[in-house]
């Protein structure tokens, strides 16, 4: 008989065995008390965060038998209809309640054959209510989706929550580790409570535990995902280090809120969040001019959880963010600074004199710059020239 992983082993049973999702338990004890009929719950967070085992929780907690589907095996229409259909038809087996789980949801892509359309179906017409469990719920494929169910996101689980079940597990196996390796392994788990457990029952089973090579889960997201975070969920300190996971330079991600910033808010929340917006180019000035770099903390601060603290409540329903206009704009503007560089670099070299002194005279050069035996004289490119043709308009 294969042992149990420790995860699977101390998976929550009840409301009760569940830490660190609070506002998530309380919705789920309501959602347990409306009528069975047509009703359906999404559960959306990061991997690691609980979503299945609350799924379980919910069933034992209602005494019912849970039937369990990943969405990765029914992609298409033809699939719904031969497996989960029947499932929201037939009564129990057992005699008591059902719930139905659609396990990682994210599974069906926006090619599939029908497979979303059918699903939103099944959940209307299923005769019990329905789990469905994704890790980005926002993805645009699930607009119609959305409109169907009720959303509960689950969150990062903090490092400290996350000590103390290891602890408590330890405890209950009669093993000890120092306190230390506890919470390296906790904080590299970025709030993925299995990815812990399960470090924790690898380091347990070595010699030496503080031998353990814990390499930090990688949590990368994308602008998208971060907006969402920020525009749409209650401002909390997991949002302080939210840009360390996103691929892409702070002046860019300034420019995407900046941009979006209308899209989601109004009225005094928009003027509270331009506020926090304003407060972060102060800072951005002071690094730029006085090389402060120790600021890059409340940049990042305002422009994460001060914008998220913005809005009064938190906002439901998709969003479609745009990029922003100014990135072309700078870029545009890059590259005419980069030629206007290139051809000051080409004149100085010719007329022996500094590239800043050309660059300072450069209003008066361009205009017999513009000559185009000057221009073959000193090697201009067609962009070059293009470039002096504009400026002289």
């Given at each position: ?19 660190g999702q609070g506002l998530a338990v309380e919705k789920l004890r309501s959602f347990l008390k409306k009528p069975s009929q047509g009703k359906a719950i999404a559960l959306h967070g990061p991997p690691g965060t609980g979503k299945t085992s609350l799924a379980y ?107 103390e079940i290891m602890t408590e597990i330890l405890r209950k196996e009669k093993k000890f580790i120092e306190g230390d390796i506890l919470t390296n392994i906790a904080i590299k788990s970025r709030g993925d409570l299995r990815a812990a457990i399960n470090d924790l ?88 001019r006085q090389q402060y770099w120790r600021f890059l903390i409340y940049e990042t601060a305002f422009l994460s959880y001060g914008i998220a603290s913005a809005k009064k409540t938190e906002k439901l329903g998709f969003t479609s963010y745009k990029k922003p206009t ?68």
């Amino acid at each position: 008989m294969t042992t149990p992983t420790w995860a699977e082993k101390y998976r929550p049973k009840y409301f009760t065995d569940i830490r660190g999702q609070g506002l998530a338990v309380e919705k789920l004890r309501s959602f347990l008390k409306k009528p069975s009929q047509g009703k359906a719950i999404a559960l959306h967070g990061p991997p690691g965060t609980g979503k299945t085992s609350l799924a379980y929780v919910v069933a034992n907690e209602s005494h019912a038998e849970i039937f369990e589907l990943n969405a990765s095996d029914l992609r298409d229409r033809e699939k719904l209809n031969e497996i989960l259909k029947p499932a929201t038809e037939q009564r129990s087996l057992t005699n008591k309640g059902k719930v139905i789980l659609v396990d990682e949801v994210d599974g069906i892509s926006e090619v599939d054959r029908g497979g979303l359309d059918e699903l939103i179906s099944l959940i209307e017409s299923s005769s019990y209510p329905m789990i469905i469990t994704a890790n980005d719920i926002w993805d645009k494929k699930f607009s119609e989706l959305r409109k169907t169910v009720e959303l509960v996101q689950l969150k990062e689980i903090d490092y400290k929550t996350i000590k103390e079940i290891m602890t408590e597990i330890l405890r209950k196996e009669k093993k000890f580790i120092e306190g230390d390796i506890l919470t390296n392994i906790a904080i590299k788990s970025r709030g993925d409570l299995r990815a812990a457990i399960n470090d924790l029952q690898i380091a347990a089973n070595m010699p030496n535990p503080s031998d353990i090579i814990i390499d930090e889960r990688n949590k990368e997201i994308d602008i998208f995902s971060a907006m969402r975070l920020i525009f749409k969920g209650k401002p909390n300190n997991a949002l302080l280090k939210l840009f360390d996971s996103v691929n892409m330079p702070i002046e860019e991600i300034l420019l995407w809120i900046e941009e979006n910033i209308p899209a989601e808010y109004s009225g005094k929340e928009l003027a509270k969040a331009y506020d926090m917006l304003s407060k972060v180019d102060i800072f951005k000035r002071r690094i730029y001019r006085q090389q402060y770099w120790r600021f890059l903390i409340y940049e990042t601060a305002f422009l994460s959880y001060g914008i998220a603290s913005a809005k009064k409540t938190e906002k439901l329903g998709f969003t479609s963010y745009k990029k922003p206009t100014r990135i072309l704009k700078m870029w545009l503007n890059n590259q005419r600074i980069a030629r206007k560089k290139t051809i000051a670099r080409k004149y100085a070299k010719f007329v022996h004199v500094g590239e800043k002194r050309a660059l300072r005279e450069f209003p008066t050069i361009k205009l017999f710059l513009i000559k185009p035996e000057v221009q073959k004289e000193l090697g201009l490119s067609e962009e070059e020239v293009e470039y002096l043709s504009k400026e002289n308009n």
